[in-house]
C-alpha cells in the first residue's frame, strides 16, 4: 500500500463505518515542499486548485505552506476565505461569472476573466484597472474530445484569435492586463512543457502589460506501477530556461505561477472499505468482489475508465483473478475496465478473499471527496480521517447521518 500500514487498516475498521477516505498529512505537506522547491527563472507562486479536495484541513495544511489558491467558482471562494486565506492569495477561475462579483471584488479576491463579458462585468463593478484572463491556445487536443480543457471543442477561456478583441477592450475601458492564464492537460513530459511555454510567452508578448503567466500542463502522476511519474527538476529547468530567454530578447521578467490540484493531493489519500460480497457468472466467466464503496466515493474512476490499485488485507497466500465493482445500482460502477475503456472487462489479481476482508484503493486522491456522486442510492457521504504528523488518526469529516440526506426536502404531498 502506498502509506496506510496493515494495523491502521485495522484500527480504522474497528472503529469507523466503511468506506472511509484516509489522508496522510505528511505525504500533503511532502508535495507542497516539491512544488515550492522546483527552479523558476525569476518568482513562482503556487495556487492550489481546491477543486481536487476542499476539506478545510486540507486547505489549511497547505495555506501552512504558503501556497495560494484558485477556485473554480465563487463557493469555493468563500470556502477558501472560511479556511482562513486572504482574500488576495484567492483567485477564481471559474466558467460561471460569479453571482456576488461585487462583494468578490470589494474583499479583493481576484478574478480571472474567461470570457469577453466577463472583462466588461469586472469592469463595470470596480473599474477595475488591472485585470487578469483566461485564454483558450488552440493547439491540437489528443484529450478525449469531450472533456478536453482546451482546443476547438473546449469552453474553457477565450479562444486566442479573439486576443485583439481582448486588447480592444482593454484600449476601450483603459484596463490593463497583466495575467495571462492558460490551463489545458494534466499529463505531461518536458519536451511537451517547453513547447508550450514557448507558445504562450507569444501570447503574453501580445499584452504589453502582462507580468505574469499563470501556465498549467499538469504532470504524469503514477498510481499504478506501470506509470512513471514526470521529472519535475527537468521540466522545471526547462520552462525556466524559455522565460529567461524570453527575458533576454524583450527585457521582460515574466513571472510564473501555477496551479496543482490533482498533483498535490494524488497520492496522499486512499479509501478503505470491505469485500461486502463475492459472486461470480459461473466457473468460465468471472469472479467478482462487490466492494461497500466506488462511484459513490470514488466518481472519477467511473467517469474515466482510470485503474487504481486495490490491495485485500487478509493473510491469505492465495491468488486470484477478480473483476472488483462497488455498491451501486449503476452500470459504470465497476473498477476493473481497461484503461480508458469501458467496453473491456479485467480482471486483477489479488489475495484471495473472503467476505468483510479490508480492501483497499490507493491513488484515490483527488476528485473523489470533493466530486463524489453523494447520496447516490442513499449511500451516506463518508468520513474522512487524517493520518497526521505524529501517526495519530484523527476525523476530519463525519460520517452524513442517515436524515441528513433528506433533511432539506419540502414534504408537501
Ligand atoms: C482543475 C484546475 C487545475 C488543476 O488541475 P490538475 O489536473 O488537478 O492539476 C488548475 N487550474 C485550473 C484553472 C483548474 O480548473
Partial sequence: MNFLKKEQAHFIVENFDTPVYVYSEEKLEKAADDFLAFPSAFWHKVRYA???NANINILKIFRNK????????????????????????IQISGQETPHDLEKL??????????????????WKIKKWIKIWVRINPGMWSWAFKAISTWGETSAFGIWHEYIPDIKKVADKYDLRITKIHIHIWSENTPESWT???NIWLEFVRQFDDATTLDMWWGFKMAIMPYEKTADLQAIWKSVAQKFEDFYKETGRKIKLEVEPGKYLVINSC????????????????????????????????????????????????????????????????????????????ETVSLNKASIWDIIVFDGTWAYNASMSMKNYNSFPEAWELLIGDSWEIVEIRKRQKLKDIWKNEIEVI
Fill in 50 to 52: 481546491m477543486k481536487a
Fill in 66 to 89: 504558503w501556497l495560494k489558491v484558485d477556485c473554480s467558482s465563487e463557493f469555493e471562494a468563500f470556502r477558501a476565505l472560511n479556511a482562513w486565506f486572504e482574500p488576495k492569495e
Fill in 105 to 122: 471584488l470589494d474583499l479583493w479576491v481576484f478574478i480571472v476573466a474567461t470570457s469577453l463579458e466577463q472583462i466588461k462585468a469586472i
Fill in 195 to 197: 513547447n508550450s511555454a
Fill in 270 to 345: 486512499c479509501v478503505v472499505a470491505k469485500v461486502n460480497s463475492i459472486i461470480d457468472t459461473w466457473k468460465d466467466w468471472y469472479k467478482f468482489i462487490r466492494a461497500n464503496t466506488w462511484m459513490t466515493e470514488m466518481p472519477r474512476v467511473a467517469m474515466y475508465w482510470v485503474q487504481q490499485p486495490i490491495t485485500i488485507i487478509n493473510d491469505s497466500k492465495e491468488k486470484e483473478d477478480y473483476v472488483v465493482v462497488g455498491h451501486c445500482c449503476e452500470s459504470g460502477d465497476v473498477l476493473t475496465t481497461k484503461l480508458y475503456d469501458q467496453e473491456i472487462i
